[in-house]
């Protein structure tokens, strides 16, 4: 059967898999409701787990999520972020869930859960993305409080870092690192989210991956989902998600389509490849999940009843 004839077929069953429920005869195939992201978030996780259990699926990805902004240790997410070049923590973070709705919030100061924002764009507003002062605005319109983002921690590192203000991203979560988050419930619905501060140090304006749909992340609540990690500037022009997504879509497992979708980056970055980190993460609706890297390094946590487990992600080069 040729590829695209085998990728109809995986198709139509991912379609009988949604109605029903999940094949139990299916390798790798693991109990709903399952929840992946990226990087160890296993206590993330278990928020995102429980909300989903005890309430809708939604819930889980912004709950979960939240439970990563609002730790000033995490200092690439939300509270504690590092900031800009010029000192100022912005955030980027978007959701998208089963109905094929998005949101998303970019260059957001002084919010702590973007990806809160997030959902009331894609629930409360005929738009996917508002931005920077905008997004403030609207973010205040609905309750949220500003605050100061920047903590003593994060400042002190930046107040270092100028003495130099020598930028080169590096691989892995030394200056970055988001929280993409996946989820499949009892019912086989999938949604996901993922939020950042982004590479720290960043352009003043700088927008990363993370809040672009089909970027830093993708739903297809027929197929699956998929959500980045690394340099951003490699995600988008790739639109990795998106691309792993459709990698599924024609048949692959959820760790090939991250491995094809890492391998398009490869291909087309030849002359930098090497010093740059981009990782996916898959979950597609059989519940089987995936992972792959360019570098070594990358981890991802898969969580479901009973189970949670911090994964390193094959990776292309050593
Ligand atoms: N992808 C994020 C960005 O480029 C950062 C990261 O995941 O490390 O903003």
Redesign the pocket.
Known sequence: MGAIAAGLVACTQNKEASATQQPKDLPNANPFPIVISTWPHIVDNEVALTAIKTGDLLDGIEQGINSVENNPEDQ?VGLGGRPDRTGIVTL?ACIMDKEHRAGSVCYLKNIKNPISVARLVMQDTPHVILAGDGALQFALSKGFKEEELLTAKSKEEYVEWLKTAHYKPKVNAEL???IGMLAIDDKGDISGGCS?S??GYKMQGRV???PIIGA?LFVDNEIGAAT?????EL?LTTLGSFLTVEFMRQGMSPMEACKAAVMRTVEKNKNTYKEMQVGYIALDKYGRYGAYSIQPGFQYTVTFENHNEVFDADSYLD
């Open positions: 690439s980027d970055h690192d988001t950042t982004g590479l990363g991956d993370s830093g980045a990690t690394g340099m951003g995600v």
